[in-house]
């Protein structure tokens, strides 16, 4: 594929062709063909990463960083290569800022693990959202429980928008850090990130952005956003599971304490003293995952030369197909109607158990997610048990939307 701007989202040409990299998506299931809508659990894998994986395991397969051999310093290389694509990617100052991680879940672990033992006190305060992942909530209660400090949250209307005049309020002189979800994995909420960051500054107040559904579906520019932090993974963004990123600012990777101890992250051990080596090192102890790292080096190969631009108006052409066709659905309730959506459709069929419609969806070749998403106080705030969530990719077709809104319109018929 030659990387292009004036790619159209409509242009079935193109995406048949993109479509054709993902060898997954030509299976049935069930006796239909498979139609693939929970993107945002994970991507699928286009064929040019799953070759990388067999290259690095066939031809140059050595640890990295400690080998003179031929085979760890190709592979070194690849690996630290790898890195310089992510930092590129994001648009991050140095690749000192890129750390790799297991994925978001364990770069918030990192940081909040790192962060309360550096900066937090009793009765600080760190200020999250209503519409947080597990992933960046849990992390921050733990930090509090640990040191005394509190939890506060920025309210979301019905809309599924967070109620951003109360910032000011929220915001005191005991805040330290703030952390928000870039977009909802179960609202589809794109939050103005941006605004959030400039308030805190404002208050020299440190930000993290979980950025695991922006990263794969819209341009992100970490040195744009100037957060202090952003944290996202591989396998959601067309790259393996076991392997994401925490970014942070140069500043604050020197200040924070290392994570885990071990093997690579030393500059020098004796049973009296160790001192930690340089960054990014000092944060990624032990083995790390190589083919992972170089896996998604060549995720965001391809996903730049199909372009971050293309990819997002491809996905909200998909969705806005799929949101028109729904609403004509009697008893069809939006769940998250904020005015900046990603390509998430959250919803439910009145009357239907979200469980029940995913299961019948299933067994016509319909794979989507149902229940709560990781965002359980989402889900009480709604007084809903759970929603069903399709989730659009730019490999996805307008087949696809096509079928889907027909297994809805069956299900429907069969669980009314
Ligand atoms: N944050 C958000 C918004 C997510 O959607 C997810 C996963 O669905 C996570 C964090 C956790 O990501 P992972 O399970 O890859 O660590």
Excluded at 177 to 194: D, E, F, R, Y
Aim: glycine share 6%; net charge negative.
């Amino acid at each position: 594929m030659t990387p292009t701007v004036s790619i159209q989202p409509q242009d079935a040409l193109y995406w048949n062709k993109i479509r054709n990299d993902f060898p997954i998506l030509q299976q049935s299931v069930n006796g239909y063909p498979l139609v693939y809508l929970d993107n945002a659990a994970s991507s699928q894998k286009p064929q040019q990463v799953i070759d990388s994986i067999v290259h690095y395991y066939t031809t140059y397969n050595a640890n990295v960083h400690r080998g003179v051999h031929t085979l760890s310093q190709k592979g070194t290389d690849a690996f630290e290569a790898a890195r310089k694509k992510v930092q590129h990617f994001i648009g991050a100052n140095s690749e000192k800022e890129i750390i790799f991680t297991k994925g978001t879940t364990n770069s918030v672990n990192l940081l909040a693990y790192t962060f309360s033992q550096q900066m937090l006190m009793p009765d600080d305060e760190i200020l999250i959202t209503a519409m947080e992942h597990h992933a960046n909530l849990v992390p921050w209660q733990m930090a509090c429980e640990r040191t005394g400090a509190k939890l506060r949250v920025i309210p979301m209307n019905d809309e599924g928008e967070l109620q951003l005049d109360q910032l000011d309020n929220l915001i005191t002189d005991k805040t330290r850090l703030i952390s928000v979800v870039h977009v909802s994995n179960a609202l589809g909420t794109v939050n103005p990130v941006k605004y959030i960051i400039d308030k805190a500054h404002n208050h020299h107040i440190p930000v993290m952005i979980d950025g695991a559904q922006a990263i794969p579906h819209q341009p992100v520019n970490v040195k744009e956003l100037d957060c202090d932090f952003y944290c996202f993974s591989g396998h959601k963004m067309c790259a393996p599971t076991g392997i994401g990123v925490l970014y942070a600012k140069q500043t604050w990777l020197e200040k924070l304490p290392p994570f885990e101890g071990g093997g690579e992250m030393i500059s020098d051990v004796s049973f009296e003293k160790t001192t930690y080596n340089e960054l990014p090192f000092k944060f990624e102890a032990g083995t790390p995952h190589i083919e992972g790292v170089i896996a998604l080096g060549q995720a965001i190969d391809y996903l730049e030369n199909i372009g971050m631009d293309a990819i997002y108006a491809r996905e909200m052409y998909l969705h806005n197909l799929a949101y028109e066709k729904l609403n004509t659905i009697p008893g069809f309730i939006p769940v998250g109607k904020a005015a900046k959506k990603a390509s998430v459709i959250s919803f439910l069929i009145d009357g239907i158990h979200p469980y029940d419609l995913g299961v019948i969806l299933d067994k016509q070749g319909i794979a989507v997610r149902t229940g709560h998403h990781c965002t359980q106080p989402i889900m009480k705030q709604f007084n809903i048990p759970g929603t069903v969530r399709a989730s659009f990719a730019f490999y996805n077709s307008e087949q696809d939307v096509e079928f889907f809104i027909a297994a809805i319109k069956k299900a429907v018929k069969m669980l009314s």
